[in-house]
C-alpha cells in the first residue's frame, strides 16, 4: 500500500500523519521531541504507523457487533505490551550502567536497590492501562519516570543508597531507551499479545477468536510503503531527508487547516517556540503570515515555563486558570520576568487561579497582535497548535475574538496538533500525483 506521510517535528512534540492515495488520514503518530531529530522522526512515523493498523483493523472487521469495544481493549493491551518491554529494555540498560567503574564497589547493592522498583513499576502496569484508568501522559518516559522517582525515594530510605545516584542512573537509562524504535516485527507480537489479552475480557464480540487474529495478521502483513515524506517544523531542516522533501511551518499549517475545515481564511498557530498569524485563500495557499519575531515568550515553552515555577503539570493550568473569576494584568511579557512576578504575586497572596488566568489572557492578546498584523481575523477562523488544547488560552481566544472581530466561526480540532504534519502528509501527496 502506498502512503504519504507529513512530520511536524516541534521543540517539544514531534508529530506524523500518514494518508493513503484517497487522502484518507490511516493514522497519526506523537512523541517527545529530543536533541536527536532523527529518532525523534523515526519513532513518531512509527507510531503514525501502529495508528494506520488499528484503523486497517476496524475496517477488516467491519461492523461486527462489539467491535468498537475490542478495538479499545485492544490499544489498552498493546500499549501495556509496549510498556512492558520498553521497562524490560530500561532494566536492562540500568543494568549495564552499572559496569562503569564508578559503580563497582556498589554494584551489588545498586543492583539489590533496583530491583524492587522495577519489579513494583511492572506490577503496578496493568493497572496504568485498565479500563477507564486516566493518564497523565501517554509517554512511556512521562508514566516510568513518575513511578520511578516516587518508589525509588522509599528505597533508597530503606536501603541507604543515595537517591540521587538512583536517579542519576535512570536518567541516563532512559535517553537509550527512548532512542529505541521498535522494528515492524516487534510490533506485530506487540500487537497480538494485546489482541489475546482483549479478547480474554471482551463479553459481546461476535466474531470469533480465530477470525479476530486472522483480520489481524493479514492487516500486518500489508506493507506500508513510504512513497514520499514530507517533514516541517521547528527542526525540520535536520530530518533525515532531502531538502526537496521540506516545507516551511507556514505552509503546512495553512494546507492543513484548510484540509481540515475547507471554510478557513485565518490560521492562528501557538506552537512550542514561535506564534503563527496566517491567512489562506479558498485552496489553503498563503496569502499573508505573521509571527513573534523575539523569544519563546506567549508560547508553548511560556507556558511550560510557568508550570515548573508552579510545580505543577503543563496540563493542569488551563483546567485551574478557569477557575478565576476573573483575570489579574501581567505586567511582564518576557518568559523570565513574567516568572519572577508570578512569584512577587503569589508572596503577596494573590489568587493562583486568577494569576494564571491573566497569563493565559497576556499570551492570548500577543497572538491576537500577531493576528492584527496578519491583516486581522476573517470568517472562518482556526486554531492550532498545542496550547489548542488548553481551554483556558480558548477561552480568552473567543472573548478577544468577539470584542475585536464580532462573531467570528472559531474552529478547533481535538487533532489541532496535528495540522502542521497534515499539511506536509498533503505536500508530499502533491508531490507524487
Do not use: W
Not at 532512542?179 to 461476535?206: C, F, H, W, Y
Not at 485551574?320 to 508570578?342: D, H, P, Q, W, Y
Amino acid at each position: 500500500m502506498r502512503t504519504f506521510i507529513g512530520i511536524d517535528l516541534g521543540s517539544t512534540t514531534t508529530k506524523a500523519v500518514l494518508m493513503d492515495e484517497n487522502r484518507e488520514i490511516l493514522g497519526r503518530g506523537i512523541t517527545n521531541s529530543r536533541s536527536n531529530y532523527d529518532v525523534a522522526a523515526a519513532v513518531t512515523k512509527q507510531e503514525a504507523k501502529i495508528a494506520a493498523r488499528f484503523t486497517l483493523f476496524k475496517q477488516q472487521l467491519g461492523t461486527a457487533g462489539g467491535v468498537e469495544a475490542l478495538l479499545e481493549d485492544l490499544e489498552r493491551n498493546f500499549r501495556l505490551e509496549q510498556f512492558l518491554d520498553e521497562l524490560k529494555q530500561l532494566e536492562e540498560t540500568c543494568d549495564g550502567y552499572l559496569d562503569q567503574p564508578r559503580f563497582q564497589e556498589n554494584k551489588a547493592a545498586l543492583r539489590e536497590a533496583l530491583a524492587p522498583i522495577f519489579r513494583a513499576i511492572e506490577a503496578e502496569a496493568p493497572q496504568i492501562y485498565a479500563r477507564g484508568a486516566e493518564r497523565k501522559s501517554d509517554f512511556f518516559r512521562d508514566l516510568a519516570g513518575a513511578r520511578f522517582m516516587n518508589i525509588a525515594g522509599k528505597v533508597a530510605k530503606e536501603s541507604g543508597i543515595s537517591f540521587e545516584t538512583l536517579l542519576n542512573i535512570y536518567d541516563k537509562s532512559i535517553i537509550d531507551v527512548e532512542s529505541l524504535v521498535p522494528a515492524d516485527e516487534e510490533v506485530g507480537r506487540q500487537m497480538l499479545k494485546g489482541l489475546a489479552r482483549a479478547l480474554q475480557d471482551a463479553s459481546d464480540v461476535t466474531i470469533s477468536e480465530t477470525e479476530a487474529r486472522t483480520a489481524l495478521e493479514k492487516v500486518l502483513a500489508i506493507e506500508l510503503e513510504e512513497t514520499y515524506v514530507v517533514g516541517t517544523g521547528y527542526g525540520r531542516i535536520r530530518l533525515p531527508f532531502p531538502k526537496e522533501h521540506i516545507r516551511s511551518e507556514i505552509l503546512c499549517h495553512g494546507l492543513g487547516a484548510h484540509m481540515m475545515f475547507p471554510e478557513t481564511r485565518t490560521v492562528l498557530d501557538i506552537g512550542g517556540q514561535d506564534t503563527k498569524g496566517i491567512q489562506v485563500d479558498e485552496n489553503g495557499i498563503v496569502t499573508n503570515f505573521q509571527m513573534n519575531d523575539r523569544c519563546a515568550a506567549g508560547c508553548g515553552r511560556y507556558l511550560g515555563y510557568i508550570a515548573d515555577e508552579m510545580n505543577i503539570g503543563l496540563h493542569e493550568l488551563g483546567p485551574i486558570a478557569m477557575k478565576a473569576t476573573r483575570a489579574l494584568r501581567i505586567n511582564s511579557t518576557c518568559t523570565v520576568f513574567a516568572g519572577a512576578e508570578l512569584r512577587d504575586r503569589l508572596s503577596l497572596g494573590e489568587d493562583r487561579a486568577e494569576i494564571l488566568a491573566g497569563l493565559h489572557r497576556s499570551i492570548i492578546l500577543r497572538a491576537m497582535s500577531i493576528l492584527s498584523r496578519a491583516g486581522g481575523v476573517h470568517d472562518q477562523f482556526t486554531f492550532t497548535g498545542g496550547v489548542a488544547k488548553n481551554q483556558a488560552a480558548v477561552r480568552e481566544l473567543r472573548k478577544l475574538v468577539q470584542e475585536n472581530y464580532g462573531d467570528v466561526t472559531i474552529n478547533i480540532s481535538a487533532a489541532s496538533i496535528y495540522t502542521g504534519a497534515l499539511g506536509g502528509a498533503s505536500f508530499a501527496h502533491r508531490a507524487v500525483n
